[in-house]
């Protein structure tokens, strides 16, 4: 285990069981359907790359760049696009990826935006959520949560703190000594 990391939350093993498992829940739905997954960078990149071929029927991808959380912990309550979308999603049948679910700003906010470019239907595919972080007024509504999380900040598997611990293979939960 990384040294600064207070434990191991999800093994490798873990997350490429439930990744299959999501990946052949979406095949299932969006059969016949012309799939676009959104993935939302950066934290996303991993769990994207893993679903995607866990998804069996014809999918494009595309990504989106926002950043809300600077180079905290905490978020700052402003979502910023970084980048945008390279394609019109008119028609198509989105599903955002996403790698967390925290105060539900980020994704509310992305699910808005792409909502009113006109797409057949818009869904939310998240690996993780931390459901007692939601903020006050703010309901997400996701079709897929690959698992449900305790108010820890964890790190690994494409999340980061400060831009470090994105290539750790696992979830861990940090250590709080690296913030306090
Ligand atoms: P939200 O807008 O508060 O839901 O935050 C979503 C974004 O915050 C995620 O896409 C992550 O980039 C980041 N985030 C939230 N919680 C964590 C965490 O525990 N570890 C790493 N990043 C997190
Ligand atoms: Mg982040």
Known sequence: MHPDLERILLTENDIAARVREMGAEISRDYEGKELLLVSVLKGSVIFMADLMRSVSIPAAIDFLAVSSYGMGEKTSGVVKINMDLGQS???????????ILDSGMTLSYIRDL???RSPASIQICTLLDKP????????????YTGFVIPDAFVVGYGLDFAEKYRNLPYIGVLSPRMYC
């Open 89 to 99: 999603v008119e028609g198509k049948h989105l599903l955002i990826v996403e790698d």
């Open 114 to 116: 792409l909502g009113g």
């Open 132 to 143: 007692e972080r939601r903020a006050k007024g703010v309901a997400v509504d996701c079709r």
